[in-house]
């Protein structure tokens, strides 16, 4: 069965836009009312959401009233998470690398135990030709969504995508977000994926004019043809 090109899926087109680290144009993209923003806490990233951003995002806590704040880490210390969470105030954070169902039970416990039982997990997997969606059937429990991106050497941020027809192999009850190379040109094409579990698009590289920064036009754009398609988003 080929979920591309059949009926519109059972969730609103929420969308994600990650990557971000520069005050003004976080400021122009919270504008257009993302679900989330999601702040790249890798330090071998070329979009790293250091000091300077963290204390700006501190300091204007009502411009995200309506947008959750997302840390995305790959293998970070559990440690460095919970500071992160108070520093930035994340809603959720994100799992972008290898981590085991061990580390995630426990970046849950170390969460509950520090009084941050509301903060979410999103669990991220690297889709290629042989990805065995089976395997995320472990993390369903922990996570609120999973992101299934295009997997590469470096974690993300690579404007490639999978072949999206192999989402009709996740058979899973947790909602996901489409990562992975999506642009202005995608959107029909989202449009039509019928999958039942999809929640939503994660967008970063494919809208930047540099790495970290993006083109606020151009976003404007996706978001008016998204939301034409889909008045509930």
């Not at 754009?221 to 008045?231: D, E, M, Q």
Request: aromatic letters at 12%; glycine letters at 10%; a positive charge.
């Amino acid at each position: 069965m080929n979920f591309i090109n059949l009926v519109y899926n059972f969730y609103p087109m929420n969308i994600k836009v990650c990557g971000m680290r520069e005050p003004d144009n976080i400021q122009s993209i919270l504008a257009l009312k993302p679900a989330w923003i999601g702040f790249i806490r890798y330090p071998k990233s070329k979009r790293y959401a250091g000091e300077g951003t963290s204390q700006w995002v501190k300091l204007h806590p009502k411009l995200f009233q309506q947008t959750h704040k997302i840390g995305v880490y790959v293998h970070a210390q559990i440690r460095d998470i919970i500071k992160d969470v108070s520093t930035f105030g994340f809603q959720g954070i994100q799992l972008h690398g290898n981590e085991s169902i061990s580390y995630g039970m426990k970046l849950q416990k170390a969460l509950l135990d520090a009084g941050l039982q509301e903060v979410y997990l999103l669990r991220a997997f690297g889709i290629d030709a042989g990805f065995d969606f089976r395997t995320t059937e472990e993390w369903t429990p922990l996570a609120r969504y999973f992101i299934f991106d295009t997997k590469t050497e470096k974690y993300g941020g690579s404007g490639k995508k999978f072949n999206w027809n192999c989402l009709e192999n996740y058979q899973g009850n947790l909602p996901f977000l489409l990562s992975g190379g999506i642009g202005l040109e995608d959107v029909r094409d989202i449009h039509n994926i019928a999958h039942p579990r999809m929640a939503g698009v994660d967008i970063n590289s494919r809208f930047e004019s540099t790495p970290g920064r993006k083109d606020t036009a151009k976003l404007e754009t996706f978001f008016k043809t998204i939301r034409n398609l889909h008045p509930d988003t």
